[in-house]
T-cell receptor
């Protein structure tokens, strides 16, 4: 069965600093992986997804993630944090052919001025 | 940009009462989902729905839960007799297709509080 683990329930960075949010997956089949973001009082919004076409995936708002099979990881990065990046970020894996998503617990990102 | 909407944003109910959570999926989408997140825990899949029937459901989705698409726009989740442990944020999602790579679009959620 597929699962994802997000390391760090809360990450704090300074504005302009590198953002690194960690996600490791467990899957018996090639995984399809997603990062979603949730801003306060809003729904989950897709940032990017890995569908096996390319290991480095670029998403919206300057975020990207790299699929590393050897490390079973799909970490989310952004070179320079902005105050508007403060939100909760969820990593998810698609559960087989049905497409139902299995989520991690989420990482809350705080950005300090 | 089209979006999924949910009402109400917050529902407070007494244990044992029935609640109906409402969702309006994106208009040309065919696949609908409910997820929930208990405070401090993971977002969990409840049920998927297509062509007026349940496609898949999790162990959480027991006989107390039901889903319906009563008209061409709404998608509802009913909990017949709420329990304290049903307190959670409930998210509705929709997608144009249902494959492992298709994007699900989520609503803002309904926070259900059972007293």
């Amino acid at each position: 069965a597929q699962s994802v683990t997000q390391l760090g329930s809360h990450v704090s960075v300074s504005e302009g600093a590198l953002v690194l949010l960690r996600c490791n997956y467990s899957s018996s089949v090639p995984p399809y992986l997603f990062w979603y973001v949730q801003y306060p009082n809003q729904g989950l919004q897709l940032l990017l997804k890995y569908t096996s076409a390319a290991t480095l995936v670029k998403g919206i708002n300057g975020f990207e993630a790299e699929f590393k099979k050897s490390e079973t990881s799909f970490h989310l990065t952004k070179p320079s944090a902005h105050m508007s990046d403060a939100a909760e970020y969820f990593c998810a894996v698609s559960d087989g052919s049905q497409g139902n998503l299995i989520f991690g617990k989420g990482t809350k990102l705080s950005v300090k001025p | 940009e089209p979006e999924v909407t949910q009402t109400p944003s917050h529902q407070v109910t007494q244990m044992g009462q029935e609640v109906i959570l409402r969702c309006v999926p994106i208009s040309n989408h065919l696949y609908f989902y409910w997820y929930r997140q208990i405070l401090g825990q993971k977002v969990e899949f409840l049920v998927s729905f297509y062509n007026n029937e349940i496609s898949e459901k999790s162990e959480i989705f027991d006989d107390q839960f039901s889903v319906e698409r009563p008209d061409g726009s709404n998608f509802t989740l009913k909990i017949r007799s709420t329990k304290l442990e049903d307190s959670a944020m409930y998210f509705c999602a929709s997608s144009a297709d249902r494959g492992p790579t298709d994007t699900q679009y989520f609503g803002p959620g309904t926070r259900l509080t059972v007293l």
